[in-house]
């Protein structure tokens, strides 16, 4: 079950300028970590509940660097926490929602993460994640 917002996905072009604008807002970042599978680097900072997490590109051709090509740097992904991340899937997938990932794979943070497809959202890329554990 959907439980909350986990975290905001911001793309970025330059990590660190991103990390000393919201540091400039009194925003600390509670880490940074790079995700081979996903070819970024991610920091995340934490506001009240939810996270920001700034998305810098590692490779020239992964999604990210694609995403910032077309559309600029900005909001990429608002990402939801679910407590049972196979089946929500399985539920998305049964309600005629398009799956970008029909099958869990390893995000950020040792989550669990999977898409739904922009065009079965609204125009919005939405991620749900599950917490290790």
């Not at 986990?6 to 509670?30: F, P, T």
């Not at 992904?77 to 309600?95: G, R, V």
Request: charged share 30%; with cysteine.
């Amino acid at each position: 079950m959907i439980r909350k917002i986990s975290h905001i996905g911001i793309a970025v072009k330059d990590l660190n300028s991103a990390i000393e604008m919201y540091r400039k807002l009194g925003l600390e970042v509670e880490g940074t970590e790079i995700v081979e599978s996903q070819n970024v680097r991610v920091a995340f900072i934490p506001v009240g509940d939810v996270r920001i997490e700034l998305l810098e590109a590692t490779m020239e051709d992964s999604t990210i660097a694609k995403f910032i090509e077309k559309k600029g740097e900005g909001i990429h992904h608002i990402a939801l926490n679910t407590d049972d991340l196979e089946s929500d899937l399985q539920s998305a997938e049964t309600q005629g929602i398009t799956l970008i990932d029909s099958k869990p794979r390893k995000g950020a943070h040792q989550t669990k993460i999977a898409f739904l497809h922009p065009k079965s959202t609204n125009g919005v890329l939405l991620e749900l994640c599950q917490d290790k554990g």
